[in-house]
């Protein structure tokens, strides 16, 4: 059976997440025994295309980040799999994985921490190339000349250190060396919010771009929702290391189920010339925290509409209509919920 937000089985899939965990241990005293878990990620399922781009989104400290450096191995998962292109990695040892990190690369927030700034920008393209054996000589200089060209930058800047870039440059040279090895799936972790305003359009519609060129699967980090909905077919809500909806970029910001997503939009500015602004939610309270999270639905502390069996059935995510998921005891489907522990 399919993980919930996972195409047909006739569609071209890249990538699908089972019910993936990453549990921080929290060591306290002088022999640093464990005395509990920080449940960052707790059971996140979804799929991705090749050609489409999924966003996860939801407010800091939900644990997407953390979804997207799981997936990419940099942390070990606690339980779930990761099947990429049909084989699961999520177990395999750093040999095993090797030739996997070539299906998939990471585009980090920082553009400027992520470089080596001892590495001209051309030996920062080329490194890629060179471990994997995929070019060397004069064709490793072709290839890099050819990606920042299809980045927007001069292929004279090959010679320039990451300090000589603006951010925005920087963000493009993490983008080149993603592409570098032929990816079909790119993980993108918030890469516009260390950008200036004005340069985000032009980094987001060269990622657009280059999606419609080469087909690539993204997983797409995201907190700004304006940039969600320009980039993203689908569109994933976490709150405290779970997807609590998951539904199509048009059904989620036109008809959002889950109270939680409904007050993130609320919360957004919307042009006047767009749609009509909704009416604000103020959520009370403060965000449960991972390591304590609340018995029944996780949400139910902080919800407008909350009712007594909130606090002990854990909704599953179920669908409520066709391609939109939602874990929300509010809404038709998921009274098969279970009760928490």
């Keep these: 059976m399919s993980a919930p937000g996972t195409p047909s089985p006739s569609a071209d899939v890249v990538l699908e997440v089972k019910d993936l965990k990453k549990h921080f241990p929290i060591r306290k005293g002088l022999f ?5 878990h920080v449940q960052a990620v707790d059971g996140v399922s979804f799929s991705i295309r090749r050609g489409e781009a999924l966003c996860l989104v939801g407010e800091s400290g939900c644990g997407k980040s953390t979804v997207a450096r799981t997936i990419a191995r940099l942390e070990e998962p606690t339980a779930g799999s990761i099947v990429l292109n049909g084989t699961d990695i999520s177990a ?9 990190r070539r299906q998939m690369q990471m585009i980090f927030q920082d553009p400027y921490s992520s470089l080596n700034p001892r590495l001209t920008a051309g030996e920062i ?15 490793l200089q072709a290839r890099v000349a050819s990606l920042f060209e299809r980045v927007g930058l001069r292929a004279d800047a090959m010679a320039k ?11 493009r040279l993490g983008i080149a060396r993603a592409l570098a090895v032929s990816p079909q799936l790119i993980l993108a972790d918030e890469p516009l919010s ?8 032009q980094v987001l519609n060269l990622l657009i771009d280059l999606q419609d060129e080469l087909q690539l ?14 980039i993203g077919h689908r569109i994933a809500v976490m709150y405290l290391g779970r997807i609590v909806e998951i539904a199509d970029n048009a059904s989620l910001f036109d008809t959002p189920l889950h109270p939680y997503t ?29 390591s304590a999270p609340p018995s029944g639905c996780r ?7 909350v009712r007594p069996e909130c606090s002990r059935i854990d909704p599953p995510l179920v669908e409520v209509a066709p391609g939109h998921h939602v874990a929300c005891l509010l809404r038709p489907g998921p009274s098969a919920g279970h009760a928490a522990p």
């Design 161 to 171: 250190y990451p300090h000589e870039f603006s951010g925005g440059q920087r963000q």
């Design 217 to 230: 699967g993204y997983l797409f980090v995201s907190h700004d929702l304006a940039v969600v909905e320009h």
């Design 262 to 290: 409904e007050a993130l939009l609320a919360a957004a500015p919307v042009p006047e010339v767009q749609r009509t602004k909704r009416e604000r939610i103020i959520l009370t309270g403060d965000v449960p925290s991972p």
């Design 299 to 305: 949400f139910h502390t902080r919800c407008p509409y």
């Design 92 to 100: 395999l040892g750093e040999g095993e994985i090797r030739p996997y």
């Design 125 to 139: 393209v080329s490194e890629p190339l060179t471990n994997f054996g995929l070019a060397m000589g004069s064709d």
């Design 194 to 201: 260390a950008l200036d305003v004005s340069v985000q359009a």
């Design 32 to 36: 640093s025994s464990v005395v509990g």
